[in-house]
């Protein structure tokens, strides 16, 4: 069975620091998904990224990126010089591919101070 | 329209009622997912449906729960003797293919049971 864990369950930070949320994930699938979705307090989930269990490159866009390890199952998830707008409940999800049924993990409550 | 809709946002009801949750996906997507996310949780899967037919159903927690998608657009959610328990938010989700393209999440309904 798959599993997701974000350890972290709430984070706050000032303006302007940097800060990472962690994404663990279980499965013997070798092929797989995973992703992260941002939820501001309007409620909706909005997709941030989706990256495939065979490409281990890191990816940045703009004040995001995003840190994959195979070797520990990790998919973690840095947003540099956070600005207010990101404080949001941020959350990690896995897919085996056959139907994008997504797993999710229980989310990251991130809170950047002024 | 441009994304996905969701209809009630809010819906309280009385316990042993029944309720009908509709999603509107966006156009030309095939694949529909519901989920439901509880109060400091992640979403959790319920059903898929692909086209007109549920692909996979084995997220739905009891047969008080039933969904359809008839002409594989519009999506109904349907929760027969509601239960104090059912309350959270129901959230749909549309992708272009059922082949790990990313989801668009609406902004969900919040259903409670008094």
């Known amino acids: 069975a798959q599993k997701v864990t974000q350890a972290q369950t709430e984070i706050s930070v000032v303006e302007k620091e940097d800060v990472t949320l962690d994404c663990v994930y279980e499965?013997?699938?070798?092929?797989?998904?995973l992703f992260w979705y941002k939820q501001p307090p309007s409620g909706e989930l909005v997709f941030l990224i989706r990256?495939?269990?065979?490409?281990?490159q890191n990816e940045i866009s703009g004040r995001y990126s995003w840190n994959f390890q195979k070797s520990t199952s990790s998919f973690n998830f840095t947003i540099t010089a956070s600005q207010v707008v990101d404080s949001a409940v941020y959350f990690c999800?896995?897919?085996?591919?056959?139907?994008?049924?997504?797993?999710f993990g229980k989310g990251i409550t991130l809170s950047v101070r002024p | 329209g441009a994304g996905v809709s969701q209809t009630p946002s809010n819906k309280v009801t009385e316990k042993g009622k029944y309720v009908e949750l509709r999603c509107d996906p966006i156009?030309?997507?095939?694949?529909l997912y519901w989920y439901r996310q509880s109060l400091g949780q992640g979403p959790e899967f319920l059903i898929y449906?692909?086209?007109?037919?549920?692909?996979?159903d084995s997220g739905l927690p009891n047969d008080r729960f039933f969904a359809v998608r008839p002409e594989g657009s519009v999506s109904t959610l349907k929760i027969q003797r509601t239960e104090r328990g059912d309350s959270a938010v129901y959230l749909c989700?549309?992708?272009?293919?059922?082949?790990?393209?990313?989801?668009?999440f609406g902004q969900g309904t919040r259903l409670t049971v008094v």
């Open positions: 990256r495939n269990s065979f490409d281990e």
């Open positions: 449906f692909q086209g007109t037919g549920a692909a996979d």
């Open positions: 156009s030309g997507h095939t694949a």
């Open positions: 989700a549309s992708s272009l293919s059922p082949f790990v393209a990313e989801a668009f």
């Open positions: 499965t013997r699938d070798t092929t797989y998904y």
């Open positions: 999800a896995f897919t085996t591919g056959a139907n994008s049924k997504l797993t």
